[in-house]
């Protein structure tokens, strides 16, 4: 390796280090906004994260929450889409794109929801079928069917 190829290297190492300093800063950034209810704040900080790191699952999931906060439904589920894209067994935030689509109405939504859930976790799916079907008071119809019992 020459000198020059070392010096690319430990450049390319420093750039990355940094990334993640700035990805980490902000990140905690946004989770101590979230903590005493910033949560504009926390959105920036979030998309701060995301501006760095597009395919950061855990920042869209927390961009989702804010969002869900400030009551702005239809930009949570655009950000849980996006988590769930980047890791499609994140069950938190199938949990609640569920819930955001439930504040929008969109019933049909709300059960396919229910559905990917069985398949990802059954206690996590029951959680969410008290919170949604009962709690909510939604009528699930004949598209609903209990978990079985385990």
């Known amino acids: 390796m020459n000198e020059e190829t070392k010096n690319e ?15 980490n800063a902000w990140f905690a950034q946004g989770i101590s906004y979230d903590n005493q209810n910033k949560y504009e ?13 597009p395919e950061y699952a855990d920042a869209w999931y927390n961009l989702g929450i804010s969002y869900g906060n400030l009551k ?15 890791e499609p067994e994140k069950a938190g935030a199938w ?33 969410y079928s008290n919170a949604v079907f009962t709690e909510f ?6 598209h609903y069917s209990p978990p079985p019992d385990i």
């Open 9 to 23: 290297k430990a450049t390319d190492e420093d750039n990355m280090n940094a990334e993640n300093f700035y990805v």
């Open 41 to 53: 704040e926390a959105i920036e900080a979030y998309r701060q994260v995301l501006r760095l790191r």
């Open 72 to 86: 702005k439904h239809g930009l949570a589920i655009l950000a849980y889409e996006e988590a769930v894209r980047i």
């Open 95 to 127: 949990f609640n794109m569920g819930v955001a689509y439930y504040y929008q109405d969109k019933r049909e939504k709300v059960r396919e929801i229910y559905q990917t859930l069985r398949k990802l976790d059954l206690a996590i799916a029951d959680e």
């Open 137 to 142: 008071k939604i009528n699930p119809g004949s």
